[in-house]
């Protein structure tokens, strides 16, 4: 129940924010603060032993990307976390890219993805290629992207993700067992 009403006092924030009530920014970033940070440790948890990145950080960033969004209308929580999971993602490309360039060409930056999207042990995938192939994905089926982007990036369930979208529960996951076997074969190439 505590989750159902804090989802609800996030989405009527979000509305009034969208309504030109810039207080509700206020009263919004305690409530969507610690399930952004969630979100940044697990990114990060994932990323090598020595990011300079931090959790802390990353949120910030990602925080100040979407209060700085104009003309947004805001559908509900998950549409929220949907918008903060592509903020996080963005950063962690435009991250991984800037380091590449410092390197001159060195190694790419490794992340190791969850095991429930590439059906590997341990596997590797560099964060840049993974845009590249979800970007890849979008062209060909942009509803398996944004499933990919909302339950990866997310981490949103998969009854969140379909509400989300607005589509069946069995869609969804259809389309992340879609999806997972065709970036596992992009990403395994």
Partial sequence: MEQRESGTNITQLLHEWSDGKPEAIND????VY????RQAVAYL?????????QPTALVHEAYLKLVGQRNVEWKSRGHFFAIAAQAMRRILVDYAKTRKRQK???ADEN???????IAADETNVDIIALDEALNRLAE???QQERVVELRYFAGLSLEETASTLGI????AARD???AKAWLHRELTR
């Fill in 176 to 178: 992340w067992t879609m």
């Fill in 140 to 142: 060909s089926d942009p």
């Fill in 28 to 31: 919004l970033l305690p409530l």
């Fill in 104 to 106: 001159r060409g060195g």
């Fill in 34 to 37: 610690s399930e952004l940070h």
């Fill in 111 to 117: 992340v190791p993805l969850e095991e429930a999207l």
């Fill in 168 to 171: 069946s529960r069995a869609t």
């Fill in 45 to 53: 948890r994932s990323e090598r032993g020595n990011h300079t990145l």
